[in-house]
Nanobody
Framework: QVQLVESGGGLVQPGGSLRLSCAAS????????MGWYRQAPGKQRELVAV????????NYADSVKGRFTISRESANYTVYLQMNSLKPEDTAVYYC??????????????WGQGTQVTVSQ
């Protein structure tokens, strides 16, 4: 099965930058989408950015447009999130997500363990 391993979280000052990485490994027939979600304490998990693999289309949350950039390396199933001009309201646990078809051609969805991003003085 597929496992997602995340890295790059940490503590940064407002206006700073972080680059999150998510590496996928395991058995999957095809990948439909890979993306990033985040969840702050007391709030529901929300979509940050997603790439639809079949056509390369990208969607961003309005709150991060112009500041965050999602990218993907298809050769090794790795997705990145470059975060610039970080704000305190970006503080959350960030989760990597993969959606696709498993080896039985059934839809499957996988989550990473999450990585903490804290933006504070």
């Amino acid at each position: 099965q597929v496992q997602l391993v995340e890295s790059g979280g940490g503590l940064v000052q407002p206006g700073g930058s972080l680059r999150l990485s998510c590496a996928a490994s395991g058995i999957i027939f095809s990948v439909n989408a890979m993306g990033w979600y985040r969840q702050a304490p007391g709030k529901q998990r929300e979509l940050v950015a997603v790439i639809i693999v079949r056509d390369g289309s990208i969607n961003y949350a309005d709150s991060v447009k112009g500041r965050f950039t999602i990218s993907r390396e298809s050769a090794n199933y790795t997705v990145y999130l470059q975060m610039n001009s970080l704000k305190p309201e970006d503080t959350a646990v960030y989760y990597c997500n993969l959606d696709g078809l498993d080896s039985d051609l059934e839809y499957a969805n996988y989550w990473g363990q999450g990585t903490q991003v804290t933006v504070s003085q």
